[in-house]
C-alpha cells in the first residue's frame, strides 16, 4: 500500500514536471513532428542522391565495355578485310589467273582458288563474277538453291 501511494505521489510528480516542460515548450508536439519530417527529407535526398550517384557510374561502366567491345570489333574486321584485301591482290598478280579469266574459262579459275583456301582457311566461300556482275565459279562447289555444271564449281 505504501508502495502504491508513492508510486500516486511519484506519476504525481512526473505529470507536474511535463506540465512544467510543456509550459516552456509549448509546441513540443509540433517541434517533434518538424524533426522528424526534416530527419525523413534528408533521408530520401541522402537516398535520391546515392541512386543517382550509382546509376552514373553503372552507366559509365556499360559504356566504357560497349566502347571496347566495338574498339575490338574494328580492329577484328580490319584485319580480316585486310587479309581479304590481300588475297585479290594475290590473284589479280597472277598472270595466268587473269588469262583464264579474260578467256572465260572459269573451271580452269576456280581450281587456283581452291588452293586459296588451303593456304587461307578463315575463307569460307571464294567466287567469281564477270564483268555483268554474273557468278561464274565458285569454291567449294556446293551452293544451295544454285546448280553447278558437272559439279565443277560453274553456275548455270
Known amino acids: 500500500m505504501q508502495s502504491d501511494l508513492h508510486q500516486e505521489k511519484t506519476g504525481a510528480a512526473i505529470k507536474r514536471g511535463m506540465g512544467k516542460v510543456a509550459a516552456l ?9 518538424v524533426v522528424i519530417v526534416l530527419a525523413f527529407a534528408a533521408i530520401v535526398v541522402a537516398a535520391v542522391q546515392s541512386y543517382r550517384s550509382i546509376d552514373r557510374e553503372l552507366t559509365e561502366a556499360v559504356l566504357s565495355k560497349n566502347a571496347a567491345l566495338a574498339e575490338l570489333t574494328t580492329v ?3 584485319e580480316k578485310l585486310d587479309r581479304l584485301v590481300d588475297i585479290g591482290v594475290s590473284l589479280a598478280a597472277r598472270v595466268r589467273f587473269r588469262q583464264m579469266i ?27 563474277n564477270d564483268v555483268e556482275g554474273t557468278l561464274r565459279a565458285v569454291v567449294p562447289q556446293n551452293l544451295r538453291g544454285q546448280t553447278t555444271k558437272e559439279g565443277n564449281g560453274l553456275i548455270e
Not at 515548450?25 to 513532428?33: E, G, I, N
Open 25 to 33: 515548450f509549448p509546441h513540443t508536439r509540433l517541434s517533434y513532428a
Open 76 to 78: 577484328t574486321l580490319s
Open 102 to 128: 579474260g578467256e572465260g574459262k572459269w573451271v580452269e579459275a576456280s581450281h587456283i582458288l581452291a588452293g586459296v583456301r588451303t593456304d587461307f582457311p578463315f575463307v569460307d566461300r571464294i567466287g567469281l
